[in-house]
């Protein structure tokens, strides 16, 4: 035994000798080498399968413990489905609790591609059935569907706004049919009052970019796009709701989990009054019809918060062909008319103000002591000339004070106040300049809507580098009389005129005035926001005031002398287009003691102010306080 199991090799290791070799004595040590080195080696298979056993019970691991809920999610996603349930929009009102716009019901036949049959016979039947009933061809439902994916949960709208019995009849006809539902779709609609679309605005359907910046909403989702319906999206949108439905292996309903119903979103209360909205687009749309013009703007405000009363822009159009699935070709056609009926004129058209800007002339001339309340010109010779230019004036006044020179709409005496003529000094551009922009033109007013643009102010800066020429005095003359480059949109010359009418406060006008829930509670208000205050002095501004009150008893808008309440006012008839065309333009408040109402009307191309614009502030003076009036009886 020793030397079978003692012997060493050459190379000095120990040779073990199998037992079925001990009788086999004579055999030599590297004979049993040789027969050792033909025998496999599994050190390596034994080294492989451990390690492969290892990694598959840390898979097994991994798949059971630690991502066991994932794949659970998983598996109950085989089985549950999801459907939102659409939150109705807040409700918008007037001040009055009229409704401007509200919810209908609307139905969507609507298909979920993870709930068609799998095989494609199945799938092919039911888009023929589809098409039979629906006349929507195959191969457009296939192409959709493809489109978005077979595993798609998300529901693809195959047919939009149905009518009630046509929901109903495909309601029945598609009862038990896999993946097709007629789904219930809260949808808008708006009153039709000529203006109101141009600041309520319109929901549509998500574009891709929205859905990027809004990753809380849905592919089918729709929102807010312009006016109210957009600034305010956030108050009117409401949250959706969710049910949680188990479904069958071949997709069909065959309980409900979860229930979670939506909330609607919160009701917005303006500061609008519906009746004179539509006092104000009668009388607007009968005055360009006597014309034959066809646009017009007229907005009426409260001096004392700076809420909108009245807000009408012509020609408007129907926000609710926008919420019925407006095609390419109308949306086209509406672009391409050649009045712009989507334009907002009220904060988006700039025009020349004529002599509407005067009463803002006069008060930074009274601000900076260019003149006093006693200051007179003898304007009589109608004209001025300056050099080979002649400035000239609508009539002949006389003698005239300031008071005088704004009922009269003197052209010389405000020559003189912007330029200076014999013993008035004048304010000079930089001085013109800025009192305008104190007065909130050449800016945007900050209201409560998209698509606002701003006036201009013309500068000698602004005009060397827009039209390469030097700033002269008629340039000056011209700006005091709201003529040459000088330009504003009406809503910035009724933000102006407030300042005038409450004593000094230039305010941000706004059409919201607070928002309740569902309930009634208010939730945040939207009270007055004072951008400056204090510019011009109240003993300027009582002058410019009184020169306003002497338009309407002694000067050119003297139809509205008998009216119920004391006006004040100012009329313009402003020169655009190089021709001699014009604009008409009226502003005012009343009552003139103590205002709360402000109006600006504009009809372009209408002519004089007061044959074109007066008629129209006139209604509207006569409906806001024939209602004041019927609300304090009623009191």
Do not use: C
């Not at 693809?156 to 097709?180: F, Q």
């Not at 019809?289 to 009245?310: E, F, H, Y």
């Not at 309407?552 to 065309?581: C, I, M, N």
């Amino acid at each position: 035994m020793p030397d079978l199991f003692g012997n060493y090799n050459s190379m000095g290791k120990i040779v073990i000798v199998p037992e079925e070799y001990e009788h086999q004595s004579n055999l030599e040590p590297k004979d049993v080498l040789e027969e050792e080195k033909e025998k496999p080696d599994f050190s390596l298979f034994y080294v492989f399968s451990m390690v492969m056993a290892i990694i598959f019970l840390f898979k097994l691991t991994d798949l059971q413990v630690v991502q066991s809920a994932k794949y659970q999610y998983l598996a109950e996603g085989n089985r549950i489905r999801s459907r939102d349930i659409f939150a109705p929009r807040g409700i918008i009102y007037d001040r009055n609790g009229q409704v401007l716009a509200q919810n209908i019901a609307s139905f969507n036949l609507e298909i979920y591609p993870a709930d068609l049959p799998k095989e494609k016979e199945s799938r092919q039947e039911i888009y023929k059935k589809i098409e039979d009933t629906s006349k929507i061809n195959t191969p457009d439902i296939k192409e959709r569907i493809e489109k978005e994916g077979l595993f798609s949960i998300e529901p693809i709208i195959l047919k939009e706004n149905l009518s009630r019995d046509e929901a109903l009849y495909l309601k029945v006809k598609y009862h038990d049919v896999m993946g097709v539902e007629v789904a219930y779709r809260p949808s808008r609609q708006y009153q039709t009052t000529p203006g109101l679309s141009h600041f309520l605005g319109y929901i549509g359907k998500i574009s891709e970019k929205e859905l990027v910046e809004k990753p809380t909403y849905q592919m089918n989702s729709w929102l807010g796009k312009t006016g109210l319906e957009f600034i305010y999206e956030d108050i009117l949108k409401g949250t959706n709701g969710k049910k949680q439905m188990e479904v069958d292996s071949k997709g069909y309903i065959q309980r409900v989990l979860a229930d979670l119903p939506p909330k609607s979103g919160n009701n917005i209360y303006l500061g609008l009054d519906l009746d004179l909205q539509k006092e104000t687009a009668f009388a607007l749309e009968e005055m360009i019809k006597q014309l034959n013009v066809k646009n017009a703007v007229a907005i009426a405000m409260d001096p004392r918060d700076g809420s909108i009363l009245t807000m009408v822009s012509l020609p408007s159009y129907d926000n609710n062909i926008f919420t019925q699935g407006l095609n390419p070709e109308e949306y086209q056609k509406l672009l391409n008319d050649p009045s712009k009926p989507l334009i907002n004129r009220a904060i988006a058209g700039v025009y020349p103000a004529g002599s509407t800007v005067k009463p803002f002339i006069a008060s930074a001339a009274l601000q900076e002591k260019t003149i006093s309340e006693k200051t007179t010109l003898d304007t009589s010779i109608g004209e001025i000339r300056i050099g080979e230019w002649v400035f000239p004036d609508w009539k002949r006044h006389g003698v005239t004070d300031v008071k005088k020179a704004i009922a009269e709409s003197n052209d010389i005496f405000f020559y003189a106040l912007g330029g200076g003529y014999e013993k008035i000094k004048g304010l000079g551009i930089e001085r013109m300049d800025k009192y305008l922009q104190l007065f909130g033109f050449n800016k945007e007013t900050g209201i409560d809507l998209n698509g606002e643009e701003e006036g201009l102010i013309p500068s000698p800066e602004w005009k060397k580098k827009v039209k390469k020429e030097s700033w002269y005095l008629g340039d000056s003359y011209h700006l005091a009389i709201g003529q040459g480059d000088f330009l504003a949109t009406p809503l910035e010359l009724l933000n102006a005129i407030w300042a005038v009418a409450n004593g000094g406060e230039l305010l941000k006008p706004h059409l919201i005035k607070y928002e309740s829930d569902q309930n009634g509670n208010i939730g945040k208000e939207f009270p007055k926001q004072i951008i400056r205050k204090d510019f011009i002095e109240g003993n300027n501004l009582r002058i410019v005031r009184e020169g306003m009150r002497q338009t309407v008893t002694e000067g050119s808008a003297r139809q509205l002398v008998d009216l119920p309440a004391s006006v004040a006012g100012k009329t313009g008839t402003a020169q655009f287009d190089k021709s001699d065309r014009t604009h008409a333009w009226f502003i005012g408040f009343a009552p003139y003691e103590n205002p709360e109402i402000a109006v600006v009307v504009l009809v372009e191309a209408g002519g004089e102010g007061h044959t074109a614009a007066v008629p129209v502030a006139r209604k509207m003076f006569e409906k806001y306080f024939s209602k004041t009036s019927n609300s304090n009886k009623q009191d």
